[in-house]
């Protein structure tokens, strides 16, 4: 058993959740904002990067096919999709692999869809390419959310290009049922729309929920879409830097790589190589376990907030973020989550439609999870 009860030090380490920012001045202040975990890797990726590092020489690196066939392996075992190693384009991560997607599908100008609320590097890149945000917000039910199909079809025009899909959504947890991507893939099939999959929690879904990697659903989808993946997430090794585009079809990976390759992003991270490697081929069982603990802080969470307080979330289906609803309290909910010591992310920081929520990570240990809900009761009871 591993135990992800354990507090691992990270202040002092330039931790970017633990050390930027607010932190610096506020030791005591309880970081459950950035979607990093606080948990080790599994043990055998930490033994492969410590086998690396006594090399002592860190120069140029390839992918090896092994790197490859860990990442079709994976795929294969727990997601049922057999992915062809041409189809891979390494990348340094799922965020840059929408810039680069977004630099040779479109042109300054062009609309870009997205569905609020949702992860706010989307609506900075698109900005900061010059390109124009077209947005189709979801439909929440009590909490619950949809895709608004209808609206969808409505705000296609003739300069509407790409639709980038969060998949499982960020921040809102939905793992996107099969027929829902059957419906989304119809609309942006018959529009000649080029979806951009960011797929980056695929392997963070809780049963009965299933993942369904977007180019599984149709045959027709392998000729317009590109599906960016990492272990991050999963894993813990966002600092590695390292992620995959998948594109099937030739002429939009050969248009892809195009623009990777102007950025001279050839190089590869040695370490993030490696880590790859190990966890697709060893850390399945680490993954369970880890399952099984997010789901039981979910629920934790949830019983907590519905006995205690006002604030409304649901069990995400998918991802280690909560979105929390504080709409029935009046004020700067954040600002004085803040000044009581807790620091999570603003629901306005994934659009207008997430004023009124926060996003909270509960990736950590259920100690520092009983800490935050404790001021988050101190705080509404305020």
């Known amino acids: 058993?591993?135990?992800?009860?354990?507090?691992?030090?990270?202040?002092?380490?330039?931790?970017?959740?633990?050390?930027?920012?607010?932190?610096?001045?506020?030791?005591?202040?309880?970081?459950?904002?950035?979607?990093?975990?606080?948990?080790e890797a599994p043990q055998e990726v930490i033994e492969a990067i410590l086998a690396r590092a006594k090399l002592g020489i860190y120069g140029y690196t390839f992918r090896p096919n092994s790197y490859y066939q860990s990442i079709i392996s994976w795929f294969?075992?727990?997601?049922?999709?057999?992915?062809?190693?041409?189809?891979?384009?390494?990348?340094?991560?799922?965020?840059?692999?929408?810039?680069?997607?977004?630099?040779?599908?479109?042109?300054?100008?062009?609309?870009?869809?997205?569905?609020?609320?949702?992860?706010r590097p989307f609506y900075?890149?698109?900005?900061?390419?010059?390109?124009?945000?077209?947005?189709?917000?979801?439909?929440?039910?009590?909490g619950y959310y949809k895709m608004d199909f209808e609206n969808l079809e409505k705000i296609i025009d003739n300069r509407t290009r790409m639709l980038i899909l969060c998949s499982p959504h960020n921040p809102v947890g939905r793992v996107w049922k099969k027929e829902e991507l059957e419906r989304l893939a119809e609309i942006c099939l018959?529009?000649?729309?080029?979806?951009?999959?960011?797929?980056?929690?695929?392997?963070?879904?809780?049963?009965?929920?299933?993942?369904?990697?977007?180019?599984?659903i149709?045959?027709?989808?392998?000729?317009?879409?590109?599906?960016?993946?990492?272990?991050?997430?999963?894993?813990?090794?966002?600092g590695l830097?390292?992620?995959?585009?998948?594109?099937?079809?030739?002429?939009?990976?050969?248009?892809?790589?195009?623009v990777v390759n102007s950025q001279h992003l050839n190089s590869s991270n040695i370490f993030g190589i490696v880590a790859t490697e190990a966890a697709y081929n060893y850390g399945k069982n680490w993954l369970n376990e880890l399952l099984g603990y997010l789901h039981e802080n979910a629920k934790y969470v949830k019983r907590f907030l519905e006995n205690k307080t006002n604030v409304r979330t649901q069990i995400p289906e998918g991802t280690f973020l909560m979105w929390l609803d504080f709409r029935k309290y009046k004020g700067d909910i954040h600002k004085k989550l803040l000044k009581n010591g807790l620091w999570l992310n603003e629901g306005k920081e994934f659009g207008n439609e997430g004023i009124g929520f926060e996003r909270m990570n509960i990736a950590t240990s259920r100690k520092i999870i009983e800490k935050a809900l404790k001021i988050i009761e101190k705080t509404v009871e305020n």
Do not use: C
């Open 124 to 142: 900075e890149v698109i900005s900061e390419l010059g390109r124009r945000i077209n947005s189709n917000p979801l439909i929440e039910e009590n």
């Open 241 to 258: 830097q390292i992620g995959n585009a998948i594109i099937p079809n030739k002429k939009l990976k050969d248009q892809f790589s195009a």
């Open 1 to 39: 058993m591993i135990d992800f009860n354990k507090i691992i030090q990270r202040r002092g380490t330039n931790s970017y959740k633990w050390d930027y920012g607010f932190n610096k001045n506020n030791e005591n202040l309880l970081p459950l904002w950035v979607a990093d975990m606080d948990f």
């Open 190 to 216: 018959k529009k000649n729309i080029i979806i951009v999959s960011d797929e980056i929690h695929a392997d963070i879904v809780y049963k009965p929920n299933k993942h369904n990697v977007l180019i599984s």
């Open 76 to 119: 294969k075992d727990v997601h049922d999709i057999e992915l062809k190693r041409e189809w891979i384009i390494p990348i340094p991560g799922v965020v840059p692999g929408i810039s680069f997607a977004i630099q040779a599908f479109t042109n300054p100008g062009d609309k870009i869809i997205i569905q609020p609320p949702v992860y």
């Open 218 to 238: 149709s045959e027709k989808l392998l000729d317009n879409t590109i599906v960016l993946t990492a272990p991050n997430k999963t894993f813990n090794i966002a």
